[in-house]
């Protein structure tokens, strides 16, 4: 079955330590997006990407980085520059406009 | 900038009645979109509204788009237990254009108590 599948289920971090969340899709979906989600809040967008090898910030880019060597994932690193890295991390991705997303099931990063 | 505002952001009703959550958004847009969100879980699609007038409906869930007034809406009627849950809408800001890029609106929490 087709799907987005987001790894590891929970990841925890040091301080001063780059972690990498896994995204991978065989939607054979075109965009892909990285959402943060903070306790009791909405979902806020990081970074996205509409095609192989392009990629573009969100509203809270500062302290992630991402790369899309490949169509099918879309990895995002977060690093030590990102200072309140604790919470829920979402990925998604859509075929076109009108569509909506399809959503992974969640990294949840917490810093010991 | 598009802000996007649900009311209410808490919704606490008894199980068999009726009541609507509201999805503002302050610029124009032609597609919005409504996502349930079960506790620690994922987004789960709902309803996808791409054009004014726009009405859904699944079980006891309905939902409507009026572009003119930027809002949708999210009826529930008489209310189970099983529809507790955080609601989100989430509008395309990209009005006409080719990108898919969503914001997403605070969430509601609906809890339906017997």
């Known amino acids: 079955d087709g799907g987005i599948t987001q790894s590891p289920k929970y990841l925890f971090r040091k301080e001063g330590q780059n972690v990498t969340l896994s995204c991978e899709q065989n939607l054979n979906h075109d965009a892909m997006y990285w959402y943060r989600q903070d306790p009791g809040q909405g979902l806020r967008l990081i970074y996205y990407s509409q095609i192989v090898n392009d990629f573009q910030k969100g509203d809270i880019a500062e302290g992630y980085s991402v790369s899309r060597e490949k169509k099918e994932s879309f990895p995002l690193t977060v690093t030590s520059a990102q200072k309140n890295p604790t919470a829920f991390y979402l990925c998604?991705?859509?075929?076109?406009?009108?569509?909506?997303?399809?959503f992974g099931s969640g990294t949840r990063l917490t810093v010991v | 900038e598009l802000k996007v505002e649900q009311n209410p952001l808490f919704l606490s009703m008894q199980e068999g009645k009726n009541y609507t959550i509201y999805c503002n958004y302050s610029?124009?847009?032609?597609?919005l979109y409504w996502y349930r969100q079960d506790p620690g879980k994922s987004l789960e699609s709902l309803f996808v509204?791409?054009?004014?007038?726009a009405v859904k409906q699944e079980g006891r869930l309905m939902a409507s788009l009026d572009t003119k007034a930027r809002l949708s809406t999210l009826h529930i009627t008489a209310a189970v237990h099983d529809l507790s849950a955080t609601y989100f809408c989430?509008?395309?800001?990209?009005?006409?254009?080719?990108?898919?890029?969503?914001?997403f609106g605070t969430g509601t929490l609906l809890a339906v108590q017997p």
């Open positions: 610029t124009t847009s032609d597609r």
């Open positions: 509204l791409l054009s004014n007038g």
């Open positions: 998604a991705s859509s075929i076109r406009r009108g569509q909506g997303y399809t």
């Open positions: 989430a509008v395309d800001p990209n009005y006409g254009g080719a990108t898919n890029k969503l914001i």
